[in-house]
C-alpha cells in the first residue's frame, strides 16, 4: 500500500542512522480537485452558486438533492452519474405545437415549449417532500401512479392518476406503451428575484409508465417502469417542407384516449433509496450512473407502488444534502423566463384562453429515454448546509447569471485569423477566443500545410504573442487579422521534439500506437461502416438507389442462430491504413552527440535517413536547420554535402532530396486530413485494447530514444529534466477559482497536469515492475522494496513489516490502495481550500500492485515521530491531533457525514479527531498540510468481518437471514457512498413521516384547546401558551432525531464513526453508549444494503431499467444501489428466489461469468508472481488453458528453445534437450486444480457455492461463452492476445500458445477531474428539458460542451455525454443532419475512450444507426446496425434482451429495403427473446407479432399475416380491453387482412378453373419510409402523440378534480 509514512520508516530503518535524501524541491499532489473547482467547502457558505455544485464523494450533487429541488420528481428522476447506464425509462410530456407561420425560422424550430403546464405552488419556508410512485404492470391491466407529497408541517399524501396512452393508426408502439402522464396542478406562489420581479414557473411533472414490456428507449433498455429514472423530451415538428420532417410528422398519431386508473397508496420510506454518489475504484473499475432507487414487488401480479420520496426536514438547520433550495432556483435558473424574451412562456391562464381560442391547436406527447439526464460522473461529497443559511443567498443570483452569461460568451467570441506561414500563401483559421496561443501553435502543427514545421513564434504586428495568453486577451486581435508564423532556431530540445513529430507525420496512419497502448492511441471503427454513401446529395435518389443496389446481406456470422463468434471481425483492415512507408529508416546517427568544435558551429545532431531510391543520406541538426552532411557509417565529414540545401524543417530537406519521400508525403497527408479529428487527437489516458493483430517490429529512433529516457526517470518532452509533481498539482489546486475564466484556467491545469502525472506514474509503475528502477532499499526483500522515479514515489501492494498484519497482512495492504485511492477521490471532490491530498495512482501490472504517489515535501528528511502531527501510525497505541488539522477536516465532515469524535491516546488522554484514526495529517517543509492514509473514510460494512467478535445479540434480523455477517479475507471492507446516500435518504423519509404526523396530531390537539371556553389564565398568558407548543415542537423534533440516529437532537444529521470497528482504538467510558449507538447505526446500514439495495438491484433489472451485458455494466447497476461486488452470491440467491428468474436469466448468466472471472483473477494474481519474466507468454498462455480450454493436453513450452549449453551437455545422456517451462510451478497448474480453486475462493470470498464439477459444466448449464470469458479475464488482468479464430472446443491441443500472448498492459486507477462550470449547465439543461423547454436545453448543453472541451478536451466521456444529449435533441427536432453529426461524434469518442466493444460503444452505435435511417442513408444504418449485433453477440451473446431489440430494428430497416426473408429471419428471431424477457402476454410481444404479420403481408403470406396479428390483438384484448385504440387498431387490420385473403384465394380459384372474371389483382402492401420509421422510434423509445387543445383543457381538469377529491379525502382521514 502507498503508507509512504511506513515506507519512509522502514527506509529509516534500512538506512539505520542515515537520513533518505529529499528528491527536490517541494512536490505537489494530484489529488486534483475531482470534479469542482468551486468552494463546495461548507467553509464558504456565502457563495451560492459554488455551493450549487457541492457534490459528494462518489458523484452526487447535492445542489440536485430532491428535498431542496423545486421539482423533486424530475430530480430524482435524474441520472447523475457517469460511465455506463445501458438502459433508460422513458417518460412522456404534453408540448403545445404551434401553428406554421408564427415567428421566424429560429423561433419555428424550437416553438415547442408550452409544455403541459400546470405549475406547483411552493412557498420559501414550506417543506416540500416529494415521492414519484410509479406502478408497473398487472396481467390484467396496465396503471400507473404518481404521488407527490407537500408537507407544510404536515405530510400531505396524494395520488396523481395517470394518463394512459393508446395507439392510434397502425403505430403499434403507441399500442405498446402505456404513458403516463401526471401534472402537478397549483400556481407557484411568487418567489422573488433579485430584482424583485414575480417569477412564475410552468412545471410539467411526467413520469412514463409502461407495461414490462413496453419498448425500450435506450438500446439495451427494452422495457421501462420507473418514474425515478424519467426523462422528459417535448419538441414540436417543423413546419418545414423538409421531407424528414414531413416523415416525422406522418408517424403521430392523431388522437389519444384518456382513461385512469386508480391505485392505492402504499407509502413505506424504507422502499426509497437514493444512489446519487458514485466512485467505483475497485475490482470492478467502472464508475457506473447512479439512478434513484426504488422498492417493486417483482413477484406480485398486481403491481406494487414504487415509491420515491424525499422530505425537506422541518427542523431549523436539517442535513438538507443541498445548498439549493426553492428560493434559490427560482431567482437563479438561467432559464428563467423573464430573463430572455425570445423564451417567454405565457402565464398559466393565458395558456388556457389562448386554447380555447385555437381550437386546432395540438398538444404533442413524446415518451423518450433517460438519456438527457445522463449527467457527467462528477464525483464529490454532498453538502448539509440548512436552509437558513441557503436563504440569505439569493443574492447570488446575479453570480449565476453572470456565470451562465460568460458560458454564452464563450461560444460567441469564435473568430477567423489569417495565418501566414514561412514561403507560403496565407490561409484562414477559425479559432476561440479562449483559446491559448499555445494552443494554436499545437493546431498549426497539425495542420495540413504547417504541419512540418514545429519550431516557431506567432507574431501579431511584429510583435511575438506568449505562449501562455488567451487569444482575447492579445491586442489588436479581431476577426481576420494576419498572424504571421515566423521561424526561431532551434535548441537541443527542439530538435528532437521536431524528430518526434516528423516520426508522428510519418506514422500517423499506422495502428501500432494502438494496438501497443503508447502515446494516448486507441482505435476507432466507425469510418469503415459511414464512409460509403456520404458523397450522395439527395436523400431521395440516396433511398431509392440503396433499395436498387444495396447488398442488405449480412455476413453468415450475425445471422441468427449462428454459433461462430469470430475474433478478425473486432478489428477489421481499414483501407486508410494501408501502409505509406516514406523512408526505408530514419535513425540517430553513431556519431552523436556533436563534439565540442561543430557545438561552437551550431551542430545540435545527427541522423541517419535511408530513402525509399535506397540513397543513404547523412544529415545534420543545427540551430539554424537541417543539411547534408559529407559523413558516412566510418569516417566523420560534417561539412554541408551537396546539395547545399538548408531547410528549417526537416520534411522540407527530404522533399527536396527525395522525390518518392516528396510524392509518398504528399499522398499520406491527403489520407490524414481526411481522417475525423477525433481519430487523430490524442485521448487524455491511454486506452488498451484486449486483443490485437500481430505487426511487424520496426525501426525507430524515437521509440529507442524514448525508452532510455523512460529507464532514467526523465520526461521525453522537456530533454532529461524532472518535474516536480507534488508542487505542479498543488498549485493547480492553489489557483484562483472566483470567475469563470479563473475557474476554468484552475481546472484545466488540474485536468492537464493530473493527465500527464497519471501517464508517468504509469510508465514508472511498469519500469518498477520490469526491473528498470533501482530500489531504496535493495537490501530488502523485493515484495518490500520502495522507489522513486521521476520525482515519484512508488510501493508496492504488499505488506511493509507486517503493517496490516492486524487488517489482514497482503490482501488488506492490496485492498488498502484502493480504499485510499477512494478516500483521496472524497477529500478532493470536497475541495476545502487549505487542506492537500497526495497525487495518487494505482497500477495493476502483471499482478504486482503498484502505487504511485507524489512526495510530501520533507517526509524522507525525517523519521517517522516528527512526521506525523495528526492521526495515528499505530493503530492507536500513539495519537495525535492539531488543531489547523482540526479545523480543516471539520468542514469535510457534514459533506462525508464524517462524526467527529474522541479517542484515547497512549497515555489515556482523550484525543479529538475528525477522520478516521488512521488518517494522519503532516506538515511538509512548504508549509502546506497535507493528509494521507485515507482508507477509512468511508463507514466500515458489518457484513464482511475479518474476526468474529461479533455479539450475535446486536446483529439485525435481517443479516442474520441472509447468512451475515460473513468471513472476511480483510478488515478493510467498507460501505460504498451510494449506499450511504441511499440510506440517509431512506432514514430522512422516515424522520420527515415521524415528525410530520406528530406535528399534526399536536397542532389538532392545540386546536381542540383553542375550541374549548378560555379562562382568564390563557387570555392572560398567549406567551405561555405559544412557548408550550414550541417546546412540544421542538420535543417531537428530538424524539425523531433520536428514533432515526441522528447525531444532533435538534435536527436531522446522520454521521458516522469511522473508529468504532477499528482495531486498537478505545474510547473513555463517557462515550460507550454513543458509540454503541453507531455500531448499531452500522448495523442498521449493513441490514439495509440487504433487505433493500439488492432487491432493488433485481427491480432494475426484471423491469429493465437496468440491462447489463457484460461484466464491467453488471458492477455499474450494482454500484448504482450501493451495492459491494463482494455481494454477488447474495445477489444471485436471491435471484434464484425470485419468480420470474427466467426473465433474469442473462442478469444470473453475466453474474456467475462474473463471480468466475474475479475468482479466477484473484488466483492469477498469486499465479503470476512466482513467475520469471523469461516464461511470462508460457505462464499466461498455460493458465488461459486451464480455465478456458476442452483440451487436457498442454504442449511442453520452452521460451524461445534456447539452450544453456553446459546444461544440454549434462542432460544429453537422459535424452532431454533442455531443462522445460515445466519443471517451475505454474507449469504444473492443471484444468481440475485452478477449477477447484476458483470454486473455493468464490464460496470463500463472494459467498457462492458453484456445483459444477469443472468449467465445461458450468458453460453447459448456464449457456456461457467461452469468448466472452476470454475478453473479461483478459481486460480484468490487462492479458492482451493476438487476434486470430480460436477453437475452444478442440480436445487434442490446447487453444493457446505462446505466440497468443502479445502483451501485458497495465491496469490504471486515478483520479478523474472534470468541468464544474459545465456539470452545473448539465444540471439546468436537464431541468430546462424536463419542463418542455428545448431551446433552452439545446443551448445550455451546447455551452456545457464547450466549456467541457476547453478543460477535458474532447475526447473526454463528458464531452460524449453532451454530443449524445445534443443529438438526441435535434433528432427529436426533426434536425438529422444535426443529428448525425452529434452522434458520430459520439461513437467515436466512445470507442476511442471507451473501448471499441464496449457496451457503451455498442448503445451508440445503434442510436447512430436510427438516425442514419431517418436520414436517408439506409445502407449505412443497415451496417451500423450490423456491426452492433455483431459487437452484442461477442459480448453477451445471442440470448440477451439487446439482441431483441437490435433483430427489431434490423427486421424493420430490411423491410424498409423490401428485404422480406431476411427481415423475417431477424424478426422471428426477436419473438422468442422478447416472450422470454417481458413475457408471453406483454404489450411488447404484441409489437412483435404485429411487425411480423406485416411483413408477411408485403410478402402475400396472409396466413401467416393473420396468425400474427390474432396473436398482437388476443393481447391486446386480454391487456388493456377490448375499447382501447389498440385492440380496435388491431382488429381493423385483422379485417384488412382477411379481406385480402379472401381476394387473393379468389383470384387463386379463378386461375386454377380458368374461369374468366374481372377479379382486381390483389394488392401486397410496401412499406413506406415514415411508417418504418415512426416503428423504428417507437422500437427505440420515441413515441409521438398529439392531443387537441380541448382533449389537453379536459384532461387537465379531470386531473385537478381528481386532485381536489384526494386531498379532501386525505384530511379527512
Given at each position: 500500500m502507498g503508507n509512504i509514512v511506513q515506507c519512509c520508516h522502514s527506509l529509516s530503518k534500512y538506512f539505520k542512522c542515515k537520513d533518505a535524501p529529499a528528491p527536490g524541491e517541494a512536490e505537489r499532489s494530484p489529488l486534483l480537485s475531482s470534479e469542482e473547482s468551486e468552494c463546495e467547502s461548507p467553509s464558504m457558505p456565502d457563495d451560492l452558486e459554488d455551493n450549487l455544485l457541492t457534490i459528494s464523494p462518489g458523484g452526487k450533487y447535492p445542489a440536485l438533492e430532491p428535498e431542496h429541488f423545486l421539482f423533486p420528481d424530475i430530480i430524482l428522476s435524474s441520472n447523475l452519474g457517469g460511465d455506463v447506464t445501458l438502459v433508460e425509462p422513458m417518460v412522456c410530456l404534453l408540448v403545445s405545437e404551434e401553428e406554421e407561420g408564427e415567428g421566424q425560422e429560429r423561433s419555428n424550430r424550437w416553438r415547442s415549449r408550452g409544455f403541459s403546464e400546470v405549475e406547483t405552488q411552493t412557498e420559501v419556508e414550506t417543506q416540500i417532500g416529494m415521492g414519484v410512485q410509479t406502478q408497473t404492470e398487472s396481467q390484467a391491466d396496465v396503471q400507473a401512479q404518481t404521488e407527490l407529497r407537500v408537507c407544510n408541517n404536515q405530510t400531505v399524501e396524494r395520488e396523481v392518476n395517470t394518463l394512459r396512452d393508446t395507439g392510434a393508426s397502425k403505430e403499434m408502439a403507441v399500442q405498446e406503451h402505456e404513458i403516463l402522464s401526471y401534472t402537478n396542478t397549483k400556481l407557484m406562489e411568487e418567489l422573488n428575484t433579485d430584482e424583485g420581479n414575480v417569477v412564475k414557473l410552468q412545471q410539467t411533472t411526467v413520469a412514463a409508465q409502461e407495461n414490462t414490456d413496453v419498448v425500450r428507449t435506450e438500446p439495451t433498455q427494452e422495457n421501462v417502469t420507473k418514474s425515478e429514472c424519467t426523462s422528459v423530451m417535448p419538441t414540436e415538428h417543423n413546419n418545414n417542407t423538409d421531407g424528414n420532417t414531413e416523415s416525422q410528422t406522418e408517424v403521430q398519431p392523431t388522437k389519444r384516449s384518456i382513461s385512469s386508473t386508480e391505485v392505492g397508496v402504499n407509502f413505506d420510506p424504507a422502499e426509497r433509496g437514493v444512489d446519487l454518489t458514485q466512485q467505483s475504484y475497485g475490482e470492478d473499475e467502472q464508475t457506473g450512473q447512479p439512478t434513484v432507487a426504488s422498492d417493486q414487488n417483482v413477484n406480485e401480479k398486481v403491481c406494487n407502488v414504487i415509491h420515491t420520496k424525499t422530505n425537506m426536514s422541518p427542523s431549523e438547520d436539517p442535513t438538507d444534502q443541498s445548498d439549493l433550495n426553492a428560493d434559490d432556483i427560482q431567482c437563479h435558473d438561467p432559464v428563467k423566463r423573464e430573463e430572455d424574451d425570445d423564451i417567454k412562456t405565457p402565464p398559466p391562464h393565458e395558456e388556457e384562453e389562448e386554447e380555447e381560442e385555437e381550437a386546432e391547436t395540438k398538444q404533442t406527447l413524446f415518451l423518450v429515454d433517460r438519456l438527457f439526464l445522463a449527467a457527467p460522473h462528477v464525483k464529490a461529497p454532498p453538502s448539509q448546509e440548512s436552509p437558513e443559511d441557503d436563504r440569505p443567498q439569493q443574492c447570488d443570483a446575479d453570480k449565476r447569471k453572470l456565470s451562465i452569461g460568460d458560458a454564452v460568451a464563450l461560444q460567441e467570441t469564435d473568430f477567423t485569423v489569417r495565418i501566414q506561414p514561412p514561403g507560403k500563401e496565407s490561409f484562414e483559421l477559425q479559432v476561440s477566443g479562449q483559446m491559448l496561443v499555445a494552443e494554436l501553435h499545437q493546431v498549426l502543427m497539425e495542420h495540413e500545410i504547417s504541419c512540418h514545421c514545429t519550431c516557431f513564434s506567432l507574431q501579431l504586428g511584429g510583435i511575438a504573442l506568449d505562449s501562455l495568453s488567451e487569444l482575447c486577451s492579445v491586442q489588436g486581435i479581431q476577426d481576420g487579422v494576419l498572424i504571421k508564423v515566423v521561424e526561431d532556431p532551434y535548441t537541443v530540445r527542439d530538435a528532437r521534439l521536431h524528430l518526434r513529430h516528423v516520426r508522428d507525420l510519418l506514422r500517423s496512419l499506422d495502428p501500432a500506437d494502438a494496438y501497443n497502448g503508447v502515446n494516448c492511441s486507441s482505435l476507432s471503427y466507425l469510418t469503415c461502416y459511414t464512409r460509403g454513401d456520404k458523397d450522395s446529395v439527395s436523400v431521395g435518389n440516396r433511398r431509392a438507389s440503396e433499395k436498387e443496389s444495396a447488398d442488405c446481406s449480412p455476413p453468415e456470422y450475425i445471422l441468427p442462430g449462428c454459433k461462430d463468434r469470430p475474433l478478425t471481425p473486432l478489428q477489421p483492415l481499414r483501407d486508410d491504413w494501408k501502409p505509406f512507408q516514406c523512408l526505408r529508416v530514419l535513425t540517430m546517427s553513431s556519431w552523436n552527440p556533436p563534439p565540442g568544435n561543430r557545438k561552437m558551429h551550431g551542430d545540435l545532431m545527427y541522423l541517419n535517413v535511408l530513402t525509399m531510391e535506397d540513397k543513404e543520406l547523412n544529415i545534420t541538426s543545427s540551430t539554424r536547420g537541417f543539411y547534408l552532411n559529407q559523413s558516412t557509417t566510418f569516417n566523420f565529414n560534417p561539412k554541408p554535402a551537396l546539395p547545399k540545401i538548408l531547410c528549417h524543417s526537416l520534411v522540407e530537406l527530404l522533399s527536396q532530396v527525395s522525390p518518392a519521400f516528396r510524392k509518398t508525403f504528399s499522398a499520406l497527408q491527403k489520407k490524414r486530413v481526411q481522417q475525423h479529428p477525433f481519430e487523430q487527437i490524442a485521448a487524455p489516458f491511454q486506452v488498451f485494447t484486449w486483443i490485437a493483430r500481430h505487426g511487424d517490429h520496426t525501426l525507430d529512433c524515437v521509440r529507442a530514444e524514448e525508452t532510455h529516457t523512460s529507464r532514467m526517470g526523465q520526461d521525453e518532452q522537456t530533454a532529461g529534466q524532472s518535474r516536480e509533481w507534488n508542487e505542479e498539482l498543488q498549485g493547480c489546486r492553489e489557483l484562483a477559482r472566483n470567475s469563470l475564466q479563473?475557474?476554468?484556467?484552475?481546472?484545466?491545469?488540474?485536468?492537464?497536469?493530473?493527465?500527464?502525472?497519471?501517464?508517468?506514474?504509469?510508465?514508472?509503475?511498469?519500469?518498477?515492475?520490469?526491473?528498470?528502477?533501482?530500489?531504496?532499499?535493495?537490501?530488502?526483500?523485493?515484495?518490500?522494496?520502495?522507489?522513486?522515479?521521476?520525482?515519484?514515489?512508488?510501493?508496492?501492494?504488499?505488506?511493509?513489516?507486517?503493517?496490516?498484519?492486524?487488517?489482514?497482512?497482503?490482501?488488506?495492504?492490496?485492498?488498502?490502495?484502493?480504499?485510499?485511492?477512494?478516500?483521496?477521490?472524497?477529500?478532493?471532490?470536497?475541495?476545502?481550500?487549505?487542506?492537500?491530498?497526495?497525487?495518487?495512482?494505482?497500477?495493476?501490472?502483471?499482478?504486482?500492485?503498484?502505487?504511485?504517489?507524489?512526495?510530501?515535501?520533507?517526509?524522507?528528511?525525517?523519521?517517522?515521530?516528527?512526521?506525523?502531527?495528526?492521526?495515528?501510525?499505530?493503530?492507536?497505541?500513539?495519537?495525535?491531533?492539531?488543531?489547523?488539522?482540526?479545523?480543516?477536516?471539520?468542514?469535510?465532515?457534514?459533506?462525508?457525514?464524517?462524526?467527529?469524535?474522541?479517542?484515547?491516546?497512549?497515555?489515556?488522554?482523550?484525543?479529538?479527531?475528525?477522520?478516521?484514526?488512521?488518517?494522519?495529517?503532516?506538515?511538509?517543509?512548504?508549509?502546506?498540510?497535507?493528509?494521507?492514509?485515507?482508507?477509512?473514510?468511508?463507514?466500515?460494512?458489518?457484513?464482511?468481518?475479518?474476526?468474529?467478535?461479533?455479539?450475535?445479540?446486536?446483529?439485525?434480523?435481517?443479516?442474520?437471514?441472509?447468512?451475515?455477517?460473513?468471513?472476511?479475507?480483510?478488515?478493510?471492507?467498507?460501505?460504498?457512498?451510494?449506499?450511504?446516500?441511499?440510506?440517509?435518504?431512506?432514514?430522512?423519509?422516515?424522520?420527515?413521516?415521524?415528525?410530520?404526523?406528530?406535528?399534526?396530531?399536536?397542532?389538532?390537539?392545540?386546536?381542540?384547546?383553542?375550541?374549548?371556553?378560555?379562562?382568564?389564565?390563557?387570555?392572560?398568558?398567549?406567551?405561555?401558551?405559544?412557548?408550550?407548543?414550541?417546546?412540544?415542537?421542538?420535543?417531537?423534533?428530538?424524539?425523531?432525531?433520536?428514533?432515526?440516529?441522528?447525531?444532533?437532537?435538534?435536527?436531522?444529521?446522520?454521521?458516522?464513526?469511522?473508529?468504532?470497528?477499528?482495531?486498537?482504538?478505545?474510547?473513555?467510558?463517557?462515550?460507550?453508549?454513543?458509540?454503541?449507538?453507531?455500531?448499531?447505526?452500522?448495523?442498521?446500514?449493513?441490514?439495509?444494503?440487504?433487505?433493500?439495495?439488492?432487491?432493488?438491484?433485481?427491480?432494475?433489472?426484471?423491469?429493465?431499467?437496468?440491462?447489463?451485458?457484460?461484466?464491467?455494466?453488471?458492477?455499474?447497476?450494482?454500484?448504482?444501489?450501493?451495492?459491494?461486488?463482494?455481494?454477488?452470491?447474495?445477489?444471485?440467491?436471491?435471484?434464484?428466489?425470485?419468480?420470474?428468474?427466467?426473465?433474469?436469466?442473462?442478469?444470473?448468466?453475466?453474474?456467475?461469468?462474473?463471480?468466475?472471472?474475479?475468482?479466477?483473477?484473484?488466483?492469477?494474481?498469486?499465479?503470476?508472481?512466482?513467475?520469471?519474466?523469461?516464461?511470462?507468454?508460457?505462464?499466461?498462455?498455460?493458465?488461459?488453458?486451464?480455465?478456458?480450454?476442452?483440451?487436457?493436453?498442454?504442449?511442453?513450452?520452452?521460451?524461445?528453445?534456447?539452450?544453456?549449453?553446459?546444461?544440454?551437455?549434462?542432460?544429453?545422456?537422459?535424452?532431454?534437450?533442455?531443462?522445460?517451462?515445466?519443471?517451475?510451478?505454474?507449469?504444473?497448474?492443471?484444468?481440475?486444480?485452478?477449477?477447484?480453486?476458483?470454486?473455493?475462493?468464490?464460496?470463500?470470498?463472494?459467498?457462492?457455492?458453484?456445483?459444477?464439477?469443472?468449467?465445461?459444466?458450468?458453460?453447459?448449464?448456464?449457456?456461457?461463452?467461452?469468448?466472452?470469458?476470454?475478453?473479461?479475464?483478459?481486460?480484468?488482468?490487462?492479458?492482451?492476445?493476438?487476434?486470430?479464430?480460436?477453437?475452444?472446443?478442440?480436445?487434442?491441443?490446447?487453444?493457446?500458445?505462446?505466440?497468443?500472448?502479445?502483451?501485458?498492459?497495465?491496469?490504471?486507477?486515478?483520479?478523474?477531474?472534470?468541468?464544474?462550470?459545465?456539470?452545473?449547465?448539465?444540471?439546468?439543461?436537464?431541468?430546462?428539458?424536463?419542463?418542455?423547454?428545448?431551446?433552452?436545453?439545446?443551448?445550455?448543453?451546447?455551452?456545457?460542451?464547450?466549456?467541457?472541451?476547453?478543460?477535458?478536451?474532447?475526447?473526454?466521456?463528458?464531452?460524449?455525454?453532451?454530443?449524445?444529449?445534443?443529438?438526441?435533441?435535434?433528432?427529436?427536432?426533426?434536425?438529422?443532419?444535426?443529428?448525425?453529426?452529434?452522434?458520430?461524434?459520439?461513437?467515436?469518442?466512445?470507442?476511442?475512450?471507451?473501448?471499441?466493444?464496449?457496451?457503451?460503444?455498442?448503445?451508440?452505435?445503434?442510436?447512430?444507426?436510427?438516425?442514419?435511417?431517418?436520414?436517408?442513408?439506409?445502407?449505412?444504418?443497415?451496417?451500423?446496425?450490423?456491426?452492433?449485433?455483431?459487437?452484442?453477440?461477442?459480448?453477451?451473446?445471442?440470448?440477451?434482451?439487446?439482441?431483441?431489440?437490435?433483430?427489431?430494428?434490423?427486421?424493420?430497416?430490411?423491410?424498409?429495403?423490401?428485404?422480406?426473408?431476411?427481415?423475417?429471419?431477424?424478426?422471428?428471431?426477436?419473438?422468442?427473446?422478447?416472450?422470454?424477457?417481458?413475457?408471453?402476454?406483454?404489450?411488447?410481444?404484441?409489437?412483435?407479432?404485429?411487425?411480423?404479420?406485416?411483413?408477411?403481408?408485403?410478402?402475400?403470406?396472409?396466413?401467416?399475416?393473420?396468425?400474427?396479428?390474432?396473436?398482437?390483438?388476443?393481447?391486446?384484448?386480454?391487456?388493456?380491453?377490448?375499447?382501447?385504440?389498440?385492440?380496435?387498431?388491431?382488429?381493423?387490420?385483422?379485417?384488412?387482412?382477411?379481406?385480402?385473403?379472401?381476394?387473393?384465394?379468389?383470384?387463386?380459384?379463378?386461375?386454377?378453373?380458368?374461369?374468366?372474371?374481372?377479379?382486381?389483382?390483389?394488392?401486397?402492401?410496401?412499406?413506406?419510409?415514415?411508417?418504418?420509421?415512426?416503428?423504428?422510434?417507437?422500437?427505440?423509445?420515441?413515441?409521438?402523440?398529439?392531443?387537441?387543445?380541448?382533449?389537453?383543457?379536459?384532461?387537465?381538469?379531470?386531473?385537478?378534480?381528481?386532485?381536489?377529491?384526494?386531498?379532501?379525502?386525505?384530511?379527512?382521514?
Open positions: 479563473e475557474r476554468l484556467h484552475r481546472e484545466r491545469s488540474i485536468f492537464k497536469t493530473n493527465s500527464d502525472f497519471v501517464a508517468a506514474a504509469t510508465r514508472g509503475a511498469v519500469a518498477v515492475v520490469d526491473g528498470n528502477v533501482m530500489p531504496l532499499n535493495p537490501g530488502e526483500a523485493p515484495h518490500m522494496q520502495m522507489f522513486i522515479w521521476n520525482n515519484l514515489f512508488f510501493s508496492l501492494g504488499f505488506d511493509i513489516s507486517e503493517h496490516y498484519s492486524p487488517l489482514g497482512g497482503n490482501t488488506a495492504a492490496h485492498a488498502a490502495a484502493i480504499c485510499d485511492l477512494r478516500g483521496a477521490q472524497a477529500y478532493a471532490s470536497v475541495d476545502v481550500e487549505g487542506l492537500h491530498t497526495l497525487g495518487t495512482a494505482v497500477v495493476d501490472y502483471r499482478s504486482i500492485r503498484v502505487i504511485a504517489q507524489t512526495i510530501v515535501p520533507g517526509i524522507l528528511e525525517r523519521n517517522q515521530e516528527q512526521s506525523v502531527v495528526y492521526g495515528s501510525n499505530d493503530y492507536g497505541k500513539t495519537v495525535f491531533t492539531h488543531p489547523r488539522f482540526l479545523e480543516l477536516l471539520d468542514k469535510t465532515s457534514k459533506p462525508l457525514r464524517i462524526q467527529r469524535h474522541q479517542v484515547l491516546d497512549h497515555s489515556n488522554s482523550s484525543v479529538e479527531l475528525c477522520s478516521g484514526i488512521e488518517t494522519k495529517g503532516i506538515l511538509g517543509n512548504d508549509g502546506r498540510p497535507y493528509i494521507l492514509d485515507l482508507l477509512r473514510t468511508f463507514p466500515p460494512d458489518l457484513n464482511f468481518q475479518f474476526s468474529e467478535t461479533e455479539d450475535s445479540m446486536e446483529v439485525p434480523r435481517e443479516c442474520q437471514i441472509f447468512g451475515y455477517p460473513q468471513r472476511h479475507h480483510h478488515s478493510l471492507a467498507s460501505l460504498r457512498p451510494e449506499l450511504i446516500e441511499a440510506f440517509v435518504q431512506h432514514r430522512y423519509e422516515l424522520y420527515g413521516k415521524m415528525v410530520s404526523r406528530d406535528l399534526i396530531q399536536t397542532e389538532e390537539q392545540a386546536m381542540e384547546q383553542s375550541e374549548e371556553p378560555l379562562s382568564e389564565t390563557r387570555i392572560a398568558d398567549p406567551a405561555t401558551s405559544g412557548a408550550g407548543m414550541e417546546l412540544q415542537r421542538r420535543n417531537v423534533i428530538m424524539k425523531a432525531c433520536e428514533a432515526v440516529g441522528s447525531v444532533s437532537d435538534s435536527c436531522f444529521d446522520i454521521r458516522f464513526n469511522p473508529d468504532v470497528c477499528s482495531p486498537g482504538v478505545r474510547f473513555s467510558s463517557e462515550c460507550v453508549e454513543e458509540v454503541q449507538r453507531q455500531r448499531q447505526l452500522l448495523w442498521d446500514v449493513a441490514a439495509f444494503l440487504l433487505s433493500n439495495q439488492i432487491p432493488a438491484v433485481l427491480r432494475d433489472c426484471l423491469d429493465h431499467s437496468a440491462v447489463p451485458m457484460d461484466g464491467a455494466t453488471l458492477t455499474s447497476v450494482l454500484h448504482q444501489r450501493g451495492v459491494n461486488v463482494r455481494y454477488l452470491g447474495t445477489l444471485l440467491r436471491e435471484l434464484d428466489k425470485v419468480e420470474d428468474r427466467g426473465r433474469l436469466s442473462h442478469v444470473q448468466r453475466i453474474s456467475i461469468s462474473e463471480v468466475i472471472i474475479r475468482s479466477a483473477k484473484h488466483i492469477f494474481r498469486t499465479y503470476l508472481q512466482d513467475v520469471e519474466s523469461a516464461a511470462f507468454s508460457a505462464a499466461v498462455s498455460h493458465f488461459l488453458n486451464c480455465l478456458l480450454s476442452s483440451s487436457s493436453c498442454f504442449a511442453d513450452s520452452c521460451s524461445d528453445e534456447l539452450l544453456s549449453r553446459r546444461r544440454s551437455r549434462r542432460r544429453r545422456s537422459n535424452g532431454s534437450r533442455v531443462p522445460l517451462l515445466t519443471d517451475s510451478v505454474w507449469a504444473r497448474l492443471t484444468p481440475s486444480e485452478l477449477w477447484g480453486r476458483i470454486r473455493t475462493e468464490a464460496g470463500d470470498y463472494y459467498h457462492y457455492t458453484i456445483d459444477s464439477a469443472s468449467i465445461d459444466e458450468v458453460i453447459k448449464k448456464h449457456s456461457l461463452q467461452r469468448i466472452s470469458l476470454l475478453r473479461e479475464i483478459a481486460i480484468k488482468t490487462g492479458i492482451q492476445v493476438q487476434l486470430r479464430e480460436y477453437v475452444f472446443e478442440s480436445r487434442h491441443r490446447p487453444v493457446f500458445g505462446e505466440e497468443d500472448v502479445v502483451n501485458m498492459f497495465p491496469v490504471v486507477k486515478h483520479l478523474k477531474p472534470t468541468a464544474t462550470d459545465a456539470t452545473r449547465l448539465v444540471q439546468h439543461a436537464q431541468v430546462a428539458v424536463q419542463q418542455g423547454l428545448l431551446k433552452d436545453g439545446h443551448e445550455l448543453i451546447s455551452q456545457a460542451l464547450t466549456l467541457f472541451s476547453s478543460v477535458c478536451g474532447v475526447l473526454h466521456e463528458d464531452v460524449c455525454m453532451c454530443l449524445r444529449l445534443l443529438g438526441r435533441i435535434c433528432y427529436i427536432l426533426g434536425e438529422y443532419a444535426d443529428a448525425l453529426s452529434h452522434q458520430e461524434k459520439a461513437v467515436m469518442s466512445s470507442e476511442r475512450i471507451q473501448g471499441i466493444d464496449h457496451p457503451q460503444t455498442i448503445q451508440d452505435y445503434t442510436y447512430l444507426a436510427l438516425y442514419c435511417f431517418a436520414g436517408g442513408r439506409l445502407s449505412t444504418s443497415l451496417q451500423l446496425l450490423y456491426r452492433a449485433r455483431y459487437l452484442t453477440l461477442l459480448v453477451s451473446g445471442e440470448d440477451h434482451p439487446q439482441v431483441a431489440l437490435l433483430d427489431s430494428m434490423l427486421g424493420l430497416v430490411l423491410h424498409g429495403l423490401m428485404e422480406y426473408e431476411l427481415s423475417l429471419k431477424f424478426l422471428q428471431n426477436a419473438l422468442m427473446p422478447t416472450s422470454k424477457y417481458y413475457g408471453a402476454t406483454s404489450l411488447k410481444h404484441a409489437q412483435s407479432h404485429h411487425l411480423l404479420a406485416t411483413v408477411y403481408e408485403s410478402k402475400g403470406e396472409f396466413r401467416s399475416a393473420l396468425q400474427h396479428e390474432k396473436e398482437a390483438f388476443l393481447i391486446y384484448k386480454s391487456q388493456v380491453g377490448e375499447n382501447h385504440e389498440s385492440t380496435e387498431e388491431s382488429s381493423k387490420y385483422l379485417q384488412s387482412l382477411t379481406q385480402q385473403a379472401v381476394a387473393l384465394q379468389k383470384a387463386i380459384n379463378h386461375i386454377y378453373r380458368n374461369t374468366p372474371a374481372c377479379i382486381p389483382p390483389p394488392k401486397f402492401s410496401t412499406p413506406s419510409f415514415p411508417t418504418i420509421l415512426q416503428q423504428l422510434n417507437l422500437t427505440c423509445g420515441i413515441i409521438l402523440v398529439t392531443l387537441s387543445a380541448k382533449e389537453f383543457a379536459d384532461l387537465r381538469t379531470e386531473m385537478k378534480g381528481k386532485e381536489k377529491v384526494q386531498w379532501e379525502s386525505w384530511k379527512k382521514t
